[in-house]
């Protein structure tokens, strides 16, 4: 069988650090292992609108915002293919066939689904697009017969009923779709990270994001805004570490190297929380030790963004092939599913045969 990628963000906003954890960080890990047939990572424009339709330009605006975002942080289109949703027909149609599979019922019972709803205080006005879009995501990853779909964990269910709905129509019509399976961030910490105000998600409608264009001085204002332990009052005062969005970074962030450079005090991670329990280290040193940290990391993130940024064109270029050639892909699964389905009625002869035969 294929090694198919698929994975993709909504373009409501510029990328920030915890989708590089979450998932952008996985990406890069398998596009530089080179074990896959093909890789796409689609720019979900169309999903992005089932809570934005009466704002387009919002998402419209952030198409390239998020391409630049890619390609920032190291996404080769030479082994990716980054492509717009909306700019795919057959993954709407695909959606219409597969609605037909899934109940009302099922959709309700969607995690991540009512978390959304909740979250966007929808009420009793949820938008049918938005309602279900778990089939519409379904749609893209069978689209494309992906079978590995690096995601968050709060995107679990939705593969879930992804892995539903192809059971369904296999049983059904006969073995055409691709189960897939979702690859998750190895590091515990990177599954959610918190915002920097130690809200439980970093989130673009919340404002406590560090995005992944953040200039240094920007960086630094975030970092040393951060919460931390409000118990911690005094340097000799004994810390803690659960909950404190800092230690919560680190464990994300930071390696053994990184305190060879900017910590030689300590060895690793743990004997920096061990001391700061104890007290005696403060919170402005451990802040100042994270900013390097993510310096680090998003000061050749930067300036591949700036290369970009003076080459729009270029990126331009870039969307517009990587949607041509997953076009050409979705447009063959499109056509499998239907034949499977037999609604292919001026392909098939039997179609004729079978009324003759019956009259």
Request: hydrophobic residues 35%.
């Amino acid at each position: 069988m294929k090694k198919i990628i698929l994975t993709g963000d909504r373009p409501t906003g510029k990328l920030h650090i915890g989708h590089y954890v979450g998932s952008l960080k996985s990406r890069l890990m398998l596009q530089e292992q080179g074990d896959y047939d093909d890789f796409f990572i689609m720019i979900a424009d169309a999903q992005a609108l089932t809570d934005n339709a009466d704002n387009p330009q919002k998402i419209r605006s952030n198409i390239l915002n998020v391409a630049l975002d890619y390609l920032a942080v190291g996404i080769d289109p030479n082994k990716v293919h980054i492509f717009i949703q909306s700019e795919i027909s057959e993954l709407t149609e695909l959606s219409f066939y597969y609605a037909n599979l899934v109940t009302v019922s099922r959709l309700q019972r969607n995690p991540t689904v009512k978390t959304e709803i909740k979250t966007r205080d929808f009420k009793e006005s949820i938008p049918v697009g938005f309602f279900t879009y778990p089939i519409s995501q379904a749609s893209d990853i069978t689209a494309f017969k992906a079978n590995i779909v690096p995601v968050g964990d709060d995107q679990l269910p939705m593969i879930e009923q992804t892995r539903e709905i192809v059971k369904t129509f296999n049983r059904i019509y006969g073995d055409v779709l691709v189960l897939p399976k979702e690859v998750l961030p190895e590091n515990e910490a990177c599954l959610r990270l918190p915002g920097i105000d130690g809200n439980a998600k970093m989130s673009k409608s919340l404002n406590n994001c560090i995005y992944l264009n953040d200039s240094y001085e920007q960086l630094k204002s975030k970092v040393m805004s951060m919460y931390t332990d409000p118990l911690h009052l005094k340097v000799e005062d004994k810390g803690h570490i659960e909950g404190n969005t800092v230690f919560t970074y680190l464990d994300a962030f930071s390696t053994p190297d990184d305190f060879k450079k900017y910590y030689p005090e300590f060895a690793n991670l743990d004997e920096l929380k061990k001391a700061y329990q104890q007290g005696g280290i403060g919170d402005v040193k451990i802040k100042k030790f994270l900013l390097q940290i993510l310096d680090n990391l998003l000061k050749p993130i930067r300036e591949r963004r700036s290369y970009y940024e003076k080459h729009i064109d270029e990126v331009y270029n870039i969307l517009k092939e990587g949607t041509m050639y997953a076009h050409s892909i979705a447009k063959i699964t499109l056509k499998e599913v239907k034949d499977a389905m037999k609604l292919n009625y001026f392909e098939d002869e039997k179609l004729i045969n079978e009324y003759i035969d019956e009259h």
